[in-house]
């Protein structure tokens, strides 16, 4: 079966205390992992796609990713602003999107 | 023009009531998205359309009827709904790079109460 776990659940930081997200899928045949950024009450924003093991990008303060298994999102000294929940996505070889249950991220001045 | 519209953005309906949900994109997507998303849980695939056709239903109720009139719009009817039904309601579209080949852009959700 098609799944895509997060972990952990929740995470509080101080700010400038670097963490990572993890992000582990069993999807067939993955054709894109999505990491989106979701603030209470809103749509999830967009920050990345990874197609391949080995592939890394960079935003900002995040890095994302991806292993045969898992993907990683790090934030490297965060800020407040960067409080929200982190959901990632995996999209099957059959055309559908899974996405995780999110990781609560709050960042403490 | 880089965003996903969606109205009305809050609504509250009663059982009996019929309202009708809009999404907006002028991105030139061919692919458009109705997502139901309750607290604290990740967003729920309802209806994908693909190039004004609905390609996939995961096995909605009928109470919820969605309609894609042109490649820009597309709308979601409600009737005769339940209170377990109230969530935030998303939508969000992709590029035309097949059909899920490229992430999908969230529109801010529409957040139905149902009394």
């Known amino acids: 079966e098609d799944q895509v776990t997060q972990s952990p659940e929740a995470l509080r930081l101080q700010e400038g205390e670097s963490s990572s997200l993890n992000c582990s899928y069993t999807?067939?045949?993955?054709?894109?992992l999505f990491w989106y950024r979701q603030d209470p009450g809103k749509g999830p924003e967009f920050l990345f796609t990874?197609?391949?093991a080995g592939e890394e990008k960079e935003k900002e303060r995040l890095k994302a990713t991806l292993t045969k298994k898992e993907s990683f999102l790090h934030i490297t000294a965060p800020k407040p602003e960067d409080s929200a929940t982190y959901l990632c996505a995996g999209k099957t070889s059959y055309d559908k999107v899974i996405f995780g249950p999110g990781t609560s991220l709050s960042v403490i001045p | 023009d880089t965003e996903v519209t969606q109205t009305p953005k809050h609504l509250v309906m009663g059982m009996t009531n019929k309202k009708s949900l809009k999404c907006e994109q002028h991105?030139?997507?061919?692919?458009m998205y109705w997502y139901k998303q309750k607290a604290k849980k990740p967003p729920e695939l309802m209806f994908v359309?693909?190039?004004?056709?609905?390609?996939i239903n995961e096995s909605v109720p009928s109470r919820f009827s969605p309609e894609c009139p042109n490649s820009s719009l597309l709308n979601l009817h409600l009737h005769a709904l339940q209170p377990e039904d109230s969530a935030l309601y998303l939508c969000?579209?992709?590029?035309?790079?097949?059909?899920?080949?490229?992430?999908?852009?969230f529109g801010p959700g529409t957040r139905l109460t149902v009394l």
């Open positions: 359309y693909s190039y004004e056709k609905l390609s």
């Open positions: 991105m030139g997507h061919r692919a």
């Open positions: 990874l197609y391949s």
């Open positions: 969000a579209s992709s590029a035309p790079r097949g059909l899920w080949d490229n992430e999908q852009f």
């Open positions: 999807v067939s045949g993955l054709r894109g």
